[in-house]
């Protein structure tokens, strides 16, 4: 794992969102799918735990809650800002650093057993894994919804140039 990877995917990830968002907002169905929003919160409100997790923030301040996609949205795009930022104070030596996790009692559950120590650049490359994995169910239920689920693998964004990140506006 290095820094210079990570950002790469980093790039990838928020582009991603951004095209999903897009054919979300986009869709007849799709912002007013309450399925689909969960879904959408639990992608983004994870990526923000390990951000406060890697910035020693308090772990227990409530997430906020929206009344709208198009609010939702914007806290997904304000993440990107944060975590590049945070991303550009590490170094490749501080990704192998471990990253002890404040929930490893949960997983000790579901395991049954203590789960190995893991490091800083696993637990950064997990949340980018993570949010591919919910992408998927997201573009599954877009399309169940009546929209049209974008094309984003990582090998089309490198294969378009690796475009930055269109965020869609909302009027």
Known sequence: MNLNTLTDLYRHMEWADASVWT?????????????????????????RAFLRLWRDELRDTP??????AESLMDWARAYYGEVFAHLETLGDEKLSEP????????????????????????????????????RGQINARLREAGGEPPLVDYIAWVWSGRPAADWPTVA
Do not use: C
């Not at 912002?31 to 990526?47: I, N, P, T």
């Not at 997430?63 to 709208?68: K, R």
């Not at 002890?100 to 997983?107: F, G, K, Q, V, Y």
């Open 23 to 47: 054919s979300v907002l986009a869709s007849e169905n799709g912002s007013a799918d309450g399925k689909l929003r969960e879904y959408l919160y639990h992608l983004h409100m994870v990526q």
């Open 63 to 68: 997430y906020p809650t929206f009344e709208d």
């Open 99 to 134: 990253m002890p996790l404040p929930w490893a009692s949960m997983i000790e559950e579901q395991l049954g057993r203590p789960p190995e120590p893991t490091t800083i650049g696993e637990t950064a490359l997990q949340v980018v894994l993570h949010s591919l994995y919910h």
